[in-house]
């Protein structure tokens, strides 16, 4: 029991070096690893903007390249009693909203020069929008992914509100 707490006693201590430090950004790959284990701080923070990913369809109707209109991809689970004790998919879509946070927390620490597309955060995310889209789109299929600061309650206005635009990615292979 011991060995298996002494990682996260470590972490934690870690942690409180760089509160008390202060004013000093430590990144690290295995410190970039271990914050996978704990929910983004902002998560916590304050009600207010909201990190949420849309994402569009390129129709394949038309010669010219004509876009859906934006729609959520991961939208909220309703609320339920039965939550309390099983509840398997919501833990999975607050994972998965943890994973935009990280990348929305990403894009606000780095520098302006920075290539998001870099980023582990970034790959992370494109690959759930991936995974998210092939049941619902064919092969070959064109698509964004557009992250938006929305605050919650009021509408999305992509134009507006959007963090990052990905480039035209496709589809290459159904499951």
């Known amino acids: 029991m011991l060995l298996n707490s002494v990682p996260f006693i470590v972490y934690f201590g870690f942690l409180m070096a760089a509160l008390l430090v202060g004013g ?5 790959q295995w410190l970039f690893l271990l914050r996978s284990f704990f929910p983004n701080w902002k998560f916590f ?17 038309t010669a010219d390249r004509e876009w859906s209109e934006w729609a959520l991809l991961l939208p909220r689970y309703e609320r339920r009693l039965s939550h309390l004790v099983f509840n398997p998919q ?3 879509a607050l994972s998965e909203q943890n994973l935009v946070e990280h990348l929305s927390s990403d894009i606000a620490d780095s520098a302006s020069d920075a290539k ?7 790959r992370m995310v494109e ?6 889209l092939e049941t619902r789109l064919p092969p070959d299929t064109g698509f964004q992914f557009c992250l938006c600061m929305q605050r919650l309650g009021t509408p999305v206005d992509v134009d507006r509100d959007s963090v990052l635009l990905s480039p035209m990615l496709r589809l290459l292979h159904a499951r």
Request: aromatic share 18%; glycine share 2%.
């Open 45 to 61: 923070h304050a009600l207010g903007w909201v990190p949420r990913l849309y994402w569009r369809r390129e129709s394949s109707s």
């Open 90 to 92: 919501v833990n999975l």
């Open 127 to 132: 690959r759930l929008v991936r995974l998210k």
């Open 116 to 122: 998001v597309q870099d980023f582990v955060t970034y």
């Open 24 to 28: 000093r950004f430590f990144q690290h």
